[in-house]
């Protein structure tokens, strides 16, 4: 039997659920990287970035490329810097709805005061 679609987009998203899978993503996104590039930007520890390439290559979601000793990353698909872009769209849009919100809820205290611990 057959692993039903919205599971299989669950476990998609999973995979994107991690800050520095979505930072490795948006950099390929750029461009082709080596390793070493990514390592200087991304300021994690090496071995942590490296785990998290290994997940994005199971995923198929990255593609690898070896040059002598240098690693290069790029994404499989162009489609996955689309969905970056999506996703930022929505963050916008939803941030922004929250944002106008907030000021509602300010002009609206009679008061003018912020909510106490602010």
Same mark, same amino acid.
């Given at each position: 039997?057959? $692993?039903?679609?919205? %599971?299989?987009?669950? *476990?998609?998203?999973? $995979?994107?659920?991690?800050?520095?899978?979505?930072?490795?993503?948006?950099?390929?996104? *750029?461009?082709?990287?080596?390793?070493?590039?990514?390592?200087?930007?991304?300021?994690?520890?090496?071995?942590?970035?490296?785990?998290?390439?290994?997940?994005?290559?199971?995923?198929?979601?990255?593609?690898?490329?070896? *040059?002598?000793? $240098?690693?290069?990353? +790029?994404?499989?698909?162009?489609?996955?810097?689309?969905?970056? %872009?999506?996703?930022? +769209?929505?963050? $916008? *849009?939803?941030? +922004?709805?929250?944002?106008?919100?907030?000021?509602?809820?300010?002009?609206?205290?009679?008061?003018?005061?912020?909510?106490?611990?602010?």
């Amino acid at each position: 039997m057959s $692993t039903p679609l919205y %599971r299989l987009k669950a *476990e998609f998203f999973k $995979t994107l659920g991690h800050p520095v899978r979505i930072r490795v993503l948006e950099l390929l996104s *750029e461009r082709e990287h080596a390793v070493s590039e990514m390592l200087a930007v991304m300021g994690v520890e090496a071995a942590h970035l490296s785990q998290q390439l290994a997940v994005l290559r199971r995923a198929g979601l990255v593609v690898a490329r070896r *040059e002598g000793s $240098t690693v290069y990353y +790029t994404l499989a698909a162009p489609e996955v810097a689309e969905l970056l %872009r999506v996703a930022r +769209t929505i963050l $916008t *849009e939803v941030l +922004t709805g929250q944002a106008e919100l907030l000021a509602d809820l300010r002009a609206a205290d009679p008061r003018g005061e912020r909510p106490a611990g602010r």
